[in-house]
């Protein structure tokens, strides 16, 4: 193709030859005068970021939230002043990025683990960030537990290999796993699409509506494609085949305008029953029963448009659950109050100081603030406005009519455990809701995986969870590693 553009290094002066390397003599050293080479390979060598601890491997759509006004019968504003639910059929820019969890950037896309589902809405109060999974619940109820969770997930230091004892040993010890083990275990370990699965906020969440009133909420994104799944042997197989395949089957569904879409629904709890719910509401290991806490319809989500560039969006896109809108508060969730840090932290060691400033994070509603400088600061940088509060100079202001709202809290400051230990009821309530052929694939996954356990003490650990659960699962697991449900049970 013809073009009239001349090839110019980054300080916009013409390359003349961008084939060789400049030499003394066809066969002697090249020099430093050699600017344009030396340009040209360092920028290359920068050209990662740190891929994320978590969630490294992904992909990435945007699309709308078209928000219904409602919640059920009621005006959604009886719950929330967030006005990207507010108006029927009022549309919410949005980008959503799928991802696996434990495994690294390049890693196949069907294996076994849960997935991310983050979704940023730009709103008119500034950005939005649902920053969930597919699935309700998770491992862990207590930041201060990830990194070692983590650890167990990732790689021996010694054999650099994976390392069932340590996955194991830590899930034997920490029951409160149960639960999420059991779903990731189960067919919807291994969804077949990004498209088949459902996304939930996990976390408890708190509306606020005009008048400061509050309820505690949980979000469910509902596929609109249906669940599907892959088998453990299928799943095995495409990895092989085409590692990429959940990010080329979203890709090339959109470009061929077959939109996926989820219907959202929330779950909305009085404040005051979290005193007396049988279950800890805030504990991020429990669902709320949806007999309970029925679903109710608020909006729908569509992904209509691919990223015209990979790394510009999906990679550089940041999310982190502490970035709310006025109208959605968190909850005491010990999980999300970690989250809240956590990953605004992580961007910034990754993606840098001014990551908020990227095209694909930056809000589609105005910013205006006193901070100024750092890394990579590409914008204006507040050109010559005013850089202090406050000011008597027209700066921007505070707006107390959005403040968050104020709780009263008691106790000692500890460290402690929620109260609830019931680890087995919902983790038993999901293998009873399975069919006879989901029970057989869920133990038959759990069985592949303890195999590989060293020591028969972190079989006989995990074993005794699982038939506190429920006692045929416990023995199902038990004879399928050919030992016995201990004595104590
Ligand atoms: P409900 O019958 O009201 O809800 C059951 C939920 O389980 C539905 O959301 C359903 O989602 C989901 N489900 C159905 N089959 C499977 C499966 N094979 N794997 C995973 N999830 C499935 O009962 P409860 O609300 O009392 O919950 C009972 C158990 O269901 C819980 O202990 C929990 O493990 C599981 N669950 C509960 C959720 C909740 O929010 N309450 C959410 C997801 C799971 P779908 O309609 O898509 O099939």
Same mark, same amino acid.
Request: hydrophobic share 30%.
């Given at each position: 193709?013809?073009?009239?553009?001349?090839?110019?290094?980054?300080q916009g002066?013409?390359?003349?030859?961008?084939?060789?390397?400049?030499?003394?003599?066809?066969r002697?050293?090249?020099? @430093?005068?050699?600017?344009? !080479?030396?340009?040209?390979?360092?920028?290359?060598?920068?050209?990662?970021?740190?891929?994320?601890?978590?969630?490294?491997?992904?992909?990435g759509?945007?699309?709308?939230?078209?928000?219904y006004?409602t919640?059920?019968?009621?005006?959604?504003?009886k719950?929330?002043?967030?006005?990207?639910?507010?108006?029927?059929?009022?549309?919410?820019?949005?980008?959503v990025?799928?991802?696996?969890?434990?495994?690294?950037?390049?890693?196949?896309?069907? @294996?076994r683990?849960?997935?991310g589902?983050?979704?940023?809405?730009?709103?008119?109060d500034?950005?939005?960030?649902?920053?969930?999974?597919n699935?309700?619940?998770f491992?862990?109820?207590?930041?201060?537990?990830?990194?070692?969770?983590?650890?167990?997930?990732?790689?021996?230091p010694?054999?650099?290999?994976?390392?069932?004892?340590?996955?194991?040993? !830590?899930?034997?010890?920490?029951?409160?796993?149960?639960?999420?083990?059991?779903?990731?275990?189960?067919?919807r370990?291994?969804p077949?699409t990004?498209?088949?699965?459902?996304?939930?906020?996990?976390?408890?969440?708190?509306?606020?509506?005009?008048?400061?009133?509050?309820?505690?909420?949980?979000?469910?994104?509902?596929?609109e494609?249906?669940?599907?799944?892959?088998?453990?042997?299928?799943?095995?197989?495409?990895?092989?085949?085409?590692?990429?395949?959940?990010?080329?089957?979203?890709?090339?569904?959109?470009?061929?305008?077959?939109?996926?879409?989820?219907?959202?629904?929330v779950?909305?709890?009085?404040l005051?029953?979290?005193?007396?719910?049988?279950?800890?509401p805030?504990?991020?290991?429990?669902?709320?029963?949806?007999?309970?806490?029925?679903?109710?319809?608020?909006?729908?989500?569509?992904?209509?448009?691919?990223?015209?560039?990979?790394?510009?969006?999906?990679?550089?896109?940041?999310?982190?659950?502490?970035?709310?809108?006025?109208?959605?508060?968190?909850?005491?969730?010990?999980?999300?109050?970690?989250?809240?840090?956590?990953?605004?932290?992580?961007?910034?060691y990754?993606v840098?100081?001014?990551?908020?400033?990227?095209p694909?994070?930056?809000?589609?509603a105005?910013?205006?603030n006193?901070?100024?400088?750092?890394?990579m600061r !590409?914008?204006?940088?507040?050109?010559?406005?005013?850089?202090?509060?406050?000011?008597?100079?027209?700066?921007?202001?505070?707006?107390?009519?959005?403040?968050?709202?104020?709780y009263?809290v008691?106790?000692?400051?500890?460290?402690?455990?929620?109260?609830?230990?019931?680890?087995?009821?919902?983790?038993?309530d @999901?293998?009873?809701l399975?069919?006879?052929?989901?029970?057989?694939? @869920?133990?038959?996954?759990?069985?592949?995986?303890?195999?590989?356990?060293?020591?028969?003490e972190?079989?006989?650990?995990?074993?005794?969870?699982?038939?506190?659960?429920?006692?045929?699962?416990?023995?199902?697991?038990a004879e399928?590693?050919?030992?016995?449900?201990p004595?104590?049970v």
């Open positions: 193709m013809e073009t009239d553009e001349t090839l110019t290094n980054r002066h013409p390359i003349t030859n961008n084939q060789h390397i400049r030499t003394v003599g066809n002697g050293p090249s020099t @430093l005068e050699n600017y344009d !080479f030396l340009e040209k390979i360092s920028h290359f060598d920068r050209e990662r970021v740190p891929e994320r601890v978590v969630h490294a491997r992904g992909a759509a945007h699309g709308y939230f078209e928000a006004g919640a059920g019968d009621e005006p959604v504003s719950y929330t002043r967030a006005k990207l639910f507010q108006e029927k059929g009022k549309r919410t820019p949005v980008f990025r799928f991802s696996t969890v434990t495994h690294g950037i390049s890693s196949p896309e069907t @294996l683990d849960p997935r589902f983050a979704v940023k809405f730009y709103t008119e500034g950005n939005y960030d649902l920053v969930g999974n699935t309700p619940v491992f862990i109820r207590d930041a201060i537990k990830f990194p070692d969770f983590i650890h167990t997930q990732k790689r021996h010694v054999t650099h290999l994976k390392n069932p004892d340590a996955v194991w040993d !830590f899930w034997s010890l920490s029951p409160e796993s149960l639960h999420q083990v059991t779903i990731l275990m189960s067919d370990g291994i077949a990004y498209r088949h699965m459902h996304g939930f906020g996990s976390h408890t969440f708190k509306w606020v509506n005009a008048e400061g009133e509050g309820v505690w909420i949980k979000y469910h994104f509902k596929t494609q249906g669940i599907k799944n892959l088998t453990e042997e299928v799943g095995t197989k495409i990895a092989g085949e085409n590692p990429d395949y959940h990010t080329q089957d979203l890709y090339e569904a959109i470009e061929k305008g077959d939109f996926p879409a989820w219907k959202l629904y779950q909305i709890m009085p005051e029953d979290a005193d007396t719910y049988r279950f800890d805030f504990d991020v290991t429990k669902v709320w029963s949806q007999k309970d806490y029925p679903l109710i319809e608020v909006g729908r989500m569509v992904l209509n448009r691919n990223p015209e560039n990979y790394f510009a969006e999906v990679e550089q896109a940041t999310f982190s659950p502490g970035t709310l809108v006025p109208g959605i508060e968190p909850s005491p969730d010990k999980m999300l109050q970690g989250r809240l840090f956590a990953y605004a932290d992580a961007h910034r990754r840098g100081a001014n990551h908020n400033s990227l694909i994070n930056r809000p589609k105005d910013v205006h006193y901070q100024r400088d750092g890394q !590409f914008d204006s940088n507040g050109g010559g406005s005013v850089y202090y509060e406050p000011n008597s100079l027209g700066g921007p202001q505070e707006s107390p009519e959005n403040k968050t709202t104020a009263p008691s106790g000692s400051a500890d460290s402690t455990s929620y109260d609830h230990n019931d680890h087995y009821t919902q983790a038993g @999901l293998y009873r399975l069919s006879e052929e989901e029970r057989t694939r @869920l133990v038959s996954n759990i069985v592949g995986s303890m195999k590989q356990v060293t020591k028969d972190i079989k006989l650990r995990q074993i005794q969870h699982f038939y506190k659960a429920d006692p045929e699962y416990g023995t199902r697991v399928g590693l050919g030992l016995s449900v004595q104590e």
